[in-house]
């Protein structure tokens, strides 16, 4: 599986960006996805999950309300809509596939799969 993302760039605070995440081939077309981030300095972090077909979802508290994760089956792509963005939201953007089930859907070792990523900057 090939993870492509997309979307990143330089945006001001309050400002919005859309990122797309494409799965190359159907190997794990049907599961469930999420974006992580990494700032400067700082670990890398859950922003978002969203199951198969796309009926739940999961954020995290730093992003909620403010961040909308997606998916297109058909395309098997995922989307993270981000709005009001802020300086701290500044950090490079991965997609994930996961693969495992042993613990929470915010857990990054449930990941097996995983994208370049794309960075995102938020200028005050």
């Known amino acids: 599986v090939q993870l492509q993302a997309s979307g990143g760039g330089l945006v001001q605070t309050g400002g919005s960006l859309t990122l797309s995440c494409t799965a190359s081939?159907?190997?794990?077309?049907?599961?469930?996805r999420a974006w992580f981030r990494q700032g400067p300095g700082k670990e890398r972090e859950f922003v978002a999950a969203?199951?198969?077909?796309?009926?739940?979802?999961g954020y995290a508290p730093s992003v909620k309300g403010r961040f909308t994760i997606s998916r297109d089956n058909v395309k098997n792509t995922v989307y993270l809509q981000m709005n009001s963005l802020m300086p701290e939201d500044t950090a490079v953007y991965y997609c994930?596939?996961?693969?495992?089930?042993?613990?929470?859907?915010?857990?990054?070792?449930?990941?097996?799969?995983w994208g370049k990523g794309t960075l995102v900057t938020v200028s005050s």
């Open positions: 969203i199951s198969w077909p796309g009926t739940r979802t």
């Open positions: 994930a596939v996961r693969t495992g089930y042993g613990g929470d859907y915010d857990d990054e070792l449930n990941y097996g799969h």
């Open positions: 081939g159907s190997t794990f077309s049907s599961s469930p």
